[in-house]
């Protein structure tokens, strides 16, 4: 059973930064892509960034050049650095990976306002 626990969400002005952490356990982290994504109320959830088990990555293109994710592998733990925010990159985030199903951490929220 995989778990996923996320920290360092909170509140950043904007053109601010934040880095977010997940902290995995119960899974083959090294050999696994890993994901974060968002979710706003009423929305339905977007990738956000994935990060290849070899370290190739993929970005949604309004992340793009401003959010880099990156993984620990032997911390277990994946990143992602937000910098530059936007009012629009305020969300709630979460740590994906799947084992045979989908795995999602509990969320951290991330406000961004002025």
């Known amino acids: 059973q995989a778990q996923l626990v996320e920290s360092g969400g909170g509140l950043a002005q904007p053109g601010g930064s934040l880095r977010l952490s997940c902290v995995t356990r119960?899974?083959?982290?090294?050999?696994?892509?890993l994901g974060w994504y968002r979710q706003v109320p009423g929305g339905q959830r977007e990738m956000v960034a994935t990060?290849?088990?070899?370290?190739?990555?993929n970005y949604t293109d309004s992340v793009k050049g401003r959010f880099t994710i990156s993984r620990d592998n032997p911390k277990n733990t994946v990143y992602l650095q937000m910098d530059s925010l936007k009012v629009d990159d305020t969300a709630v985030y979460y740590c994906?990976?799947?084992?045979?199903?989908?795995?999602w951490g509990q969320g951290t929220q991330v406000t961004v306002s002025s």
């Open positions: 994906y990976v799947n084992v045979f199903r989908d795995y």
């Open positions: 119960g899974i083959v982290f090294r050999a696994l892509t």
């Open positions: 990060i290849h088990s070899h370290g190739f990555t």
